[in-house]
Nanobody, 115 residues
Framework: QVQLVESGGGLVQAGGSLRLSCAASRSLFSINAMEWYRQAPGKQREFVASRRSGGSTNYIDSVKGRFSIPIDIIKNTVYLQMNSLKREDTAVYYC?????????WGQGTQVTVSS
């Protein structure tokens, strides 16, 4: 099992930036992929971005060019750097660790973008 602790959410104005953190309880080298999802009120949880152990990344179209997913191997932490935020980015953001044939979720962190 991998424990994931998220932080960094908050209230930001449209056009601003936030960086979310997801600290894992074990080495990222033992995890196949780290992913970020979000769930807006009244909507289903959706995939946002991923970073595989080999370094490849993937993003949904609506965040391409605005979000990135850097990592800190020493701290076993994955980030979601969010720039040029829009109101439609408002959601609870969750990180997910995929390894072997299972995955674990973080507790979520709220991001609210105001106009």
């Amino acid at each position: 099992q991998v424990q994931l602790v998220e932080s960094g959410g908050g209230l930001v104005q449209a056009g601003g930036s936030l960086r979310l953190s997801c600290a894992a309880s074990r080495s990222l080298f033992s995890i196949n992929a780290m992913e970020w999802y979000r769930q807006a009120p009244g909507k289903q949880r959706e995939f946002v971005a991923s970073r595989r152990s080999g370094g490849s990344t993937n993003y949904i179209d609506s965040v391409k060019g605005r979000f990135s997913i850097p990592i800190d191997i020493i701290k076993n932490t994955v980030y979601l750097q969010m720039n040029s935020l829009k109101r439609e980015d408002t959601a609870v953001y969750y990180c997910n660790a995929k390894y072997r044939n299972t995955s674990d979720w973080g507790q979520g962190t709220q991001v609210t973008v105001s106009s």
